[in-house]
Structure formats: C-alpha cells, structure tokens
C-alpha cells in the first residue's frame, strides 16, 4: 500500500470515529398507504413495512380483553333514564339481551362480580395519519409510537 493510500485510509478512520452518531430523537411522518403499510418522512423518504416497528394497538382490529367490575351511569332526571342495551348477533337475525344479570357477592374481587368483555379497536391507522417515528442508532429500524393528536373540529 502506498504511503497516499495509507494517508487515504487514515483519513477515513479519524473521520469515522470522530463524526457524530445520527441522532434518535423522535420524528412525525405521514401514513400515506395502510395497505401495505407506507409513512412518509421528510419530503422524499417513504418507510415500507419492513423498516417500521409498530405497536398492535395502532393496526385495525386491534381486540383487548376487559373485565367490567363495576359500572355507573347516570341519567339527565327522571324522565330521561339511562338504558344500557347489550346484542348479540344471531344466524340471521339480531336479537336483543333484555336482561344481564351479574351476582353480587360480599368479595367484591369476586370472579362472580366480573363480566368479561372484548374491545375491538376500529380506528387503526389511516392514510393521512401523522404518527410519531422514532429510529434506531443505524437508523434502519423505525419505532411508530403513537398517532399524534389532532383536536377535533368544533
């Protein structure tokens, strides 16, 4: 190796080791196709699946299993009283539950004193969303955190 590509090599070396890492710091993208899953970042750089990580909660039907212990509702008065309706959906009909009964014992911790219940999320991403990225150190891998708010029209 000559001395010029020895020096070459040396430049290189100090430069690499002495340039700042890319920064982490979080980021807000543009979801611009669901399916497959596309965010924009920037003006040019568009993530495909491949390159994002992103929480469960945040896709389409997302489901979580819940357990009601307790419920309270409360009407505007006496002429208007809060109704609770549950359904359920029959082979081809839809048939209204017209009574739920759940046992009162002296534990409130009781199993008996708890309905489980699944939630199914339908408000997953949608084209436009902007959502917070944040990217690992090779800035490979990209985290979606969460959707950023938007405050609702008025």
């Known amino acids: 190796m000559s001395s010029e590509d020895r020096l070459a090599k040396l430049i290189v070396d100090l430069y690499k080791e002495n340039r700042n890492p890319p920064s982490t710091a979080p980021r807000v993208g543009t979801v611009v196709s669901v399916t497959p899953l596309k965010i924009q970042y920037g ?79 339908t408000d997953g991403l949608k084209v436009g969303n902007q959502v917070i990225l944040q990217p690992d150190e090779s800035l490979k891998l990209w985290f979606v955190k969460d959707r950023v708010w938007e405050e609702p029209d008025e």
Not at 50 to 65: N, Q
Not at 73 to 78: A, I, K, P, R
């Open 43 to 121: 003006d040019s750089v568009i993530l495909e699946r491949r390159h994002l990580v992103i929480g469960e909660s945040l896709m389409p039907g997302y489901k979580r299993t819940v357990e009601l212990t307790e419920l309270q509702m409360s009407g505007l008065d006496e002429k208007f009283p809060v109704t609770i309706a549950f359904y359920r959906n029959g082979s081809s009909i839809q048939e209204r539950i017209t009574k739920l009964a759940v046992p009162i014992t002296d534990n409130p911790d009781s199993p008996e004193n708890k309905i489980k219940a699944t939630i199914t999320y």
